[in-house]
């Protein structure tokens, strides 16, 4: 038997009323999402019983750094050092005043260093690099034990101006292929973002779980990428062992 293909949905950076008003709308497709969640220390009382109830409700919460600073820019002034230090361990230490303890990642910008992989995977089980590419097609991961996986596709389809064929060419390579996409996604509703670009009206939303419901996709939060293959459950044979069937007759 192969694994059905899976969507590994993500979306990015603080914008938690809206992915707490679009929980129904995951509900209907039986879709779980990766919320990556940057400024810990911005969080407000309410919105903190928000994300509570994201997660409660199947969800997970990784994290996007404290201050989501755009690495090469921050790197001319600090070292790598300074990143794990004040952009990573000081904002897990905010998210565990929250509650949280998040098990992926991921870098703001796509921007990312090689050596930062190590530390960070000893941070986190699942980390998101880069991605997404015009070629898409190498950028499909693992369905199981993935540490490290680029993004496949951004969901944020009303502000990008995103055809359907790019979903469509997309999720039939997917199907083809196997595995698993990861995408990336960011504001969820039609107005209150001040990034017009960085959005996805529910409406257009629900025209891509649907089409990966017709594909008949998984949908699987970031840290069950990165989980082991389970265990094959072997039945026991239908037929008596010979020397049974021998004593019987
Ligand atoms: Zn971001």
Redesign the pocket.
Same mark, same amino acid.
């Given at each position: 038997m192969t694994d059905r293909p899976a969507l590994c949905l993500t979306f @990015? @950076?603080n914008f938690v009323d809206s992915w707490h008003d679009t929980l129904d709308l995951f509900d209907k497709y039986d879709a779980r999402a990766t919320f990556?969640l940057?400024w810990p220390e911005r969080i407000s009382a309410p919105q903190l019983r928000k994300l509570q109830e994201i997660e409660a409700r199947g969800h997970e919460i990784g994290f &996007?750094t404290r201050e &989501?600073v755009r690495l090469p820019k921050y790197l001319l002034s600090h070292t790598l050092e300074d990143y794990l230090d004040d952009q990573i361990d000081r904002g897990l230490d905010a998210m565990a005043d929250l509650g949280f303890h998040p098990k992926s990642f991921?870098f703001?910008?796509f921007r990312f260093r090689p050596k930062l992989i190590a530390p960070l995977l000893e941070r986190f089980e699942i980390l998101r690099l880069e991605g997404p590419y015009d070629q898409f097609h190498d950028s499909l991961s693992a369905r199981y034990g993935s540490r490290t996986v680029n993004t496949y596709c951004f969901t944020d389809k009303t502000g990008m101006g995103l055809s359907n064929s790019y979903f469509a060419d997309r999720f039939e390579w997917l199907q083809q292929e196997g595995g698993a996409a990861v995408t990336c996604g &960011?504001f969820i509703g039609t107005e209150g973002n001040k990034f017009p670009k960085m959005r996805c009206s529910p409406d257009d939303l629900e025209g891509i779980l649907a089409l990966a419901r017709a594909y008949n996709f998984d949908f699987v939060t970031m840290s069950e990428l990165s989980q082991s293959r389970p265990a094959t459950v072997v039945r026991p044979a239908e037929q008596p062992a010979p020397m049974a069937a021998w004593e019987a007759a």
């Open positions: @990015d @950076d990556f940057c &996007h &989501h991921s703001p910008y &960011h």
